[in-house]
């Protein structure tokens, strides 16, 4: 096999309760990337049925191990691997075998020649039941609806990164259902290609169908943080200043009932409208400025720049 780099690859794979799929898992890796510089890391989520020690029983100087205190989700796993990645290019994937590494030597030359930064796989002729299958294609028409980025596969583990798009992911939560939209908003070239996709080798799958409901909130959250994230004030100011509006007008018509017509508004439930109008824009306007004072302390207390730059070019010659 042609080997296009000696850069370090780093394989970041989160496990839980996956003991009778690392054996099989770390061949396949060794076989597949025979010939490139690789380590491959291990995070183990707490897992309680031997998982640690099917690791360590292998001996394998190219396998390290990052051990959780507790089961903290495959996100947080996940985090916790490309912070301890070494590598130049970080590869994620699932450690339950649907993902092939043989797939990887064909994404790597996408991020190698520098046309992209994500390689994500599209899995084809996926090997899971219907209770999965269906609303994760809800889910990814509803991303590409909302955010138009084509992101064909949302849900699938494989994917080649550069080191600085890994780095900067700041996976929270269950958001690893969402990494690629979470790249793309950080300014990454996404390139999906297709891959292989198997069942389950070993052991069970980790969620049910209550990830149903996390993926609409999460997905609800990201829509706010792709549009409003650096001007919250920009949603909340202004249904917050239309709403105080609403509620003026009602009062004045209401003034005007009471003093120019001389009729009761006691009892008039548009008194209670008015009113809820008003206290609900200033919540939500005053909202809006504890959200923008949040976004300066986010970015100001780690001197992070709320833009990215892709190079910088003096005199005509690029540097
Ligand atoms: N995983 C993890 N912590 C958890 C749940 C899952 O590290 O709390 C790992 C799991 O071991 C696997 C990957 O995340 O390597 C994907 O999990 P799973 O195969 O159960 O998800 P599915 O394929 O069913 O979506
Ligand atoms: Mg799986």
């Known amino acids: 096999m042609e080997v296009l780099t000696q850069s370090l690859l780093s394989i970041v794979i989160p496990l839980y309760n996956e003991a009778d799929n690392v054996v099989l898992l770390t061949r396949k890796i060794h076989e ?32 390290h191990l990052v051990c959780l205190k507790k089961n903290y989700g495959q996100s947080l796993a996940l ?20 993902n092939d590494p043989a ?14 930064d994500v390689v994500t796989g599209i899995r084809q002729k996926r090997k899971d039941s219907l209770v999965k299958k269906i609303p994760s294609k809800i889910a990814n028409f509803l991303v590409r609806r909302a955010t138009k980025l084509d992101i064909k596969d949302n849900g699938c583990a494989l994917k080649v990164f550069t080191r600085v798009i890994a780095k900067d992911l700041n996976l929270y939560g269950e958001m690893h259902r969402f990494i690629t939209l979470l790249a793309f908003l950080e300014g990454a070239q996404i390139k999906q290609v297709p891959v292989r996709h198997h069942a389950r080798n070993a052991g069970v799958s980790k969620y049910g169908l209550e990830r149903v409901f996390k993926v609409i909130a999460d997905l609800m959250l990201l829509l706010f943080i792709r549009k409003y994230f650096q001007r919250p004030i920009h949603l909340f100011g202004i249904f917050g200043v239309l709403l105080i509006l609403l509620g003026l007008a009602i009062n004045a018509y209401l003034l005007l009932v009471k003093f120019g017509f001389g009729q009761d508004i006691g009892t008039r439930p548009l008194l209670i409208f008015g009113m809820m109008f008003i206290l609900g824009g200033i919540q939500l306007f005053t909202i809006g400025i504890v959200m923008e004072l949040l976004i300066r302390t986010y970015y100001e207390s780690q001197s992070k720049r709320p833009y990215r730059v892709k190079k910088v070019v003096v005199g005509g010659k690029p540097s």
């Open 32 to 63: 597949s990337l025979e010939g490139y510089r690789y380590q491959i890391i291990y995070v183990d989520d707490f897992s309680t049925d031997g998982t640690r020690e099917a690791i360590n029983a292998m001996n394998d100087p190219q396998v």
């Open 79 to 98: 985090a916790a691997g490309i912070d301890y990645a070494e590598g130049e290019y970080i590869i994620t994937m699932d450690g339950d075998l649907q």
């Open 103 to 116: 797939d990887i030597p064909m994404m790597l030359p996408h991020v190698l020649d520098g046309t992209c």
